[in-house]
C-alpha cells in the first residue's frame, strides 16, 4: 500500500518561500519519478515539476527559476522548494508518484499566496 503525505502549506505574502515536503511510505521514491502537480479553484491540474530516477529534473515555465524539486531517499521524502511566490501560485499542491497505470496522489496542501 502506497501513502504520501504532504506538508508545508500555508499562507505567504507575495514575494515569500515554502518549502512542501512529501513523505511517501510503501515505495522506495528513488525508484520512481516523483511530481508535484497543483490544482487551483475552476482551473485544470497541472504539472509544477518532477524528478526521475536519475535526478533530472523538470518544470512548468510559470514556475522555472523560482520553484527546485528534490528528494532525500535516506528520508524517502521529495521537496518543492517554491520562491518569489506570486498570488497565482495560490493552489492545492499535491505529490504524485508516477507509476502505471495511474500512479498514486498525496491528498494535498493548500498554498495560499495573499497580501
Known amino acids: 500500500q502506497v501513502q504520501l503525505v504532504e506538508s508545508g502549506g500555508g499562507l505567504v505574502q507575495p514575494g515569500g518561500s515554502l518549502r512542501l515536503s512529501c513523505v511517501a511510505s510503501g515505495r522506495l521514491i528513488s525508484t520512481y519519478t516523483m511530481a508535484w502537480y497543483r490544482q487551483a479553484p475552476g482551473k485544470q491540474r497541472e504539472l509544477v515539476a518532477h524528478i526521475d530516477t536519475t535526478g533530472t529534473t523538470n518544470y512548468a515555465a510559470s514556475v522555472k527559476g523560482r520553484f527546485t524539486i528534490s528528494r532525500d531517499s535516506a528520508k524517502n521524502t521529495v521537496y518543492l522548494q517554491m520562491n518569489s511566490l506570486k498570488p497565482e501560485d495560490t493552489a492545492v499542491y499535491l505529490c504524485?508518484?508516477?507509476?502505471?497505470?495511474?500512479?498514486?496522489w498525496g491528498q494535498g496542501t493548500q498554498v495560499t499566496v495573499s497580501s
Open positions: 504524485k508518484l508516477e507509476r502505471l497505470p495511474n500512479g498514486y
